[in-house]
């Protein structure tokens, strides 16, 4: 697993996007490269059977093209983001105009990239099947905000194509390359990762509110506290969890007493057991 984050905004000239599907994730990840400057807004195409998600889109991003056809998205695109439901992948698959030298890369949740090229085996069965790259994505909904971890697992790309993946996704948060293998492990703690971590904050915040602070207030220390201990992790990679603890813990002071707590109520135990179960 490596970090490649290095850009080079002129090999995004001219190249067109379709991102099939606008529900939370083709939406996040739509928002995040139109936010970007690296791939421009009318360059990007967004296709979805429901309307109403479209022309949200199309409300924040005026330059952006939205289309219900899936064939009209996929035209003259270099790069098709699948971002659909798994139950549909297989038709969305058969259904698009596939053309040698495009990248196909998906965002589906559970479907690795030696299913999609099976079901592609299967349309070309009779026929050439085209020469494409594969790359199966997994960011989060922070996508939307430029904070995402995204994960990316590739195969026949060469180290050019990946670094022009990780590149193009860079502005949706932190990439890394991750072997397919891993990457359900990976996935459980970038990605479920997130609804645990906002379990801790909302869990923190009815804390607060119970000893007498006002919700607002008692979010905003708590969402700040979480920023802040993970900036002290980001921002030395020499320090570890349980160094920045021994700093706050002082002899007979409370913190230390809270810990304790966690650990008599199986805190760890529970953290680690939750993250197993998402595999």
């Given amino acids: 697993m490596s970090y490649l984050c290095k850009h080079n905004t002129k090999q995004y000239k001219d190249m067109k996007i379709a991102i099939i599907g606008a529900g939370n994730m083709g939406s996040a990840i739509t928002r995040g490269l139109a936010r970007s400057k690296q791939v421009q807004p009318e360059d990007i195409t967004v296709s979805n059977p429901s309307q109403g998600k479209l022309d949200a889109l199309q409300a924040d ?7 219900p056809s899936n ?7 270099d790069i098709i983001i699948l971002a659909v439901k798994p139950w549909v992948l297989d038709d969305v698959l058969m259904e ?8 196909l890369a998906s965002v589906v949740a559970g479907r690795s990239i030696h299913s999609i090229v099976s079901i592609l085996s299967v349309k070309y069965e009779r026929t050439q099947m085209p020469d494409l790259t594969y790359f199966r994505i997994v960011p989060n909904t922070a996508a939307a905000i430029g904070q995402s971890m995204t994960l990316i697992s590739s195969m026949a790309a060469n180290p050019k194509q990946q670094q022009l993946m990780l590149d193009l996704l860079n502005p949706l948060g932190p990439t890394m390359l991750v072997p397919e293998d891993k990457l359900p492990a990976a996935t459980a703690l970038a990605s479920c990762g997130t609804a645990y971590a906002m379990r801790y904050i909302q869990a923190a915040t009815q804390a607060g509110i119970e000893l007498g602070l006002t919700p607002q207030d008692a979010l905003q220390m708590v969402t700040q506290c979480v920023m802040g201990a993970a900036a002290l992790l980001q921002d030395n990679p020499d320090t570890h969890p349980a160094t920045e603890i021994e700093k706050v813990c002082t002899p007979g002071g409370y913190t230390i007493r809270g810990i304790n ?17 998402s595999v």
Avoid: N, V, Y
Wanted: charged share 25%.
């Fill in 96 to 103: 698009l105009p596939w053309r040698d030298g495009q990248m």
């Fill in 61 to 67: 991003i005026p330059d952006l093209t939205t289309t």
């Fill in 71 to 77: 064939i009209k998205a996929a035209g003259d695109a």
């Fill in 261 to 277: 707590e966690l650990e008599h109520a199986g805190f760890a135990s529970a953290i680690i057991r939750a993250i197993k179960a």
